[in-house]
């Protein structure tokens, strides 16, 4: 049975406000990662494309060993035997998919906006000891108002989120005493959701996601660890993978490329912090990202619950790509702004200054330079290489 790989990466947008029509930014960032899904389809699979993206990407796509796949921008000829995978369940995908007679296995709405929600991993770092020092659940103005000066005593850069948010999207960053408009933008959500989450801004080491398979019932699965890089900002920009697999080495790290037995506890709170979702009617796709930093003391420490996404994460998606690894190679899946950085033209350029150009095997373009007409500004690119040491450098970036 074909797939239908619906891309809603505006899906946190969409639990947090249903009833709005997405903005026209929203609308672009579906339009321009909807080629990503090419890591985990395979011949025959359809892809929304929601505003046209040129036969000649996916011509070169297939010539650089990536599927066959069918992209359609019209939703109303899809086969009824064909099964829906969203980004995220939600509520009206679920019904607009149960309408179109599609083949569907969706957990419930209650438990994907439980599973989503920064009040429940706030919940559970608070539960099991694992959260930032100085991190709040805050109900209204005046409890950020009493809660912002005992984190600034220890930390002058702070981070509030939203309930639900996405890849550094939904939050505000701070610096000393909130301004006037980080106070209207706290006020609205609140007003909004009833909450928001205020933490302290630390001094990143890595991170890193870790990818879960969920059954409705059963034992869970680890698929793997993929280590993220992150800009400046903390927001994603691309993943790293290779042939190994961390729940190999979690008891003998000894031949494990990625040191996986500096994460070993982060994975099995994030174990726990999955089966927990499970029991609460989640199943499907789950990535949890961790990170390691450094404290006031400078001393490296780990929070083991960074975020918790019930849905497919473009690190879940990074592993599809290990089936494209030559032998002893490892890969990045870099992804950035055009201006930023991701080259377009020089098919040979990596786009990144950490990673040596003689170290680089082969590189392959996986966004198109076009949709709709218009450049693409999300960009997006394999690189493959030999040497693990441009690996590393990148999980420090």
Request: proline share 5%.
């Amino acid at each position: 049975m074909p797939r239908l790989f619906y891309g809603n990466f505006d899906f946190e947008h969409r639990l947090a406000d249903a009833g709005n029509e997405p903005s026209q930014v929203l609308k672009r960032l579906n339009a321009e990662l909807a080629s990503s899904w090419l890591a985990i389809a395979d011949d025959g699979d359809l892809i929304w494309t929601p505003s046209p993206i040129d036969t000649q990407f996916w011509v070169e796509a297939v010539q650089n060993q990536l599927p066959n796949v069918l992209p359609i921008t019209s939703l109303a000829h899809v086969p009824r035997q064909t099964e829906l995978i969203p980004w995220g369940w939600s509520d009206e995908v679920r019904k607009w998919g149960a309408r179109s007679g599609w083949q569907m296995n969706a957990p419930t709405d209650e438990a994907i906006r439980w599973a989503n929600s920064r009040a429940t991993s706030a919940e559970l770092e608070q539960r099991w000891s694992v959260g930032l020092p100085d991190a709040a659940r805050i109900e209204s103005v005046e409890q950020f108002q009493s809660a912002l000066p005992r984190l600034l005593a220890s930390n002058e850069r702070w981070v509030v989120k939203a309930l639900f948010s996405m890849s550094a999207r939904e939050r505000i960053l701070g610096r000393g005493p909130a301004t006037a408009s980080e106070m209207n933008w706290i006020r609205r959500r609140i007003l909004a959701q009833g909450v928001v989450f205020l933490e302290p801004w630390v001094e990143r080491i890595e991170e890193i996601g870790m990818q879960f398979d969920v059954p409705a019932t059963g034992s869970l699965r680890l698929m793997g660890v993929t280590p993220m890089r992150v800009d400046e900002r903390g927001q994603y920009a691309g993943s790293m993978f290779s042939q190994d697999h961390p729940e190999d080495h979690l008891e003998n790290s000894s031949d494990s490329q990625w040191d996986h037995h500096e994460w070993a506890a982060a994975i099995t709170v994030g174990l726990r912090a999955a089966e927990i979702l499970q029991s609460q009617g989640y199943f499907g796709p789950l990535g949890i990202d961790a990170m390691s930093y450094r404290d006031s003391t400078g001393a490296r420490q780990i929070r083991p619950l960074q975020d918790i996404n019930a849905r497919w994460t473009m690190g879940r998606l990074s592993l599809g790509w290990r089936r494209l690894l030559r032998r002893d190679e490892h890969g990045v899946w870099v992804h950035g702004a055009r201006e930023h950085g991701v080259q377009q033209k020089d098919e040979e350029s990596t786009g990144d200054e950490s990673i040596h150009e003689e170290e680089v095997t082969r590189t392959i373009r996986t966004s198109p330079l076009f949709v709709g007409g218009i450049p693409c500004r999300h960009q997006s690119r394999l690189i493959f290489h030999r040497e693990t040491t441009a690996v590393r450098r990148e999980s420090q970036r």
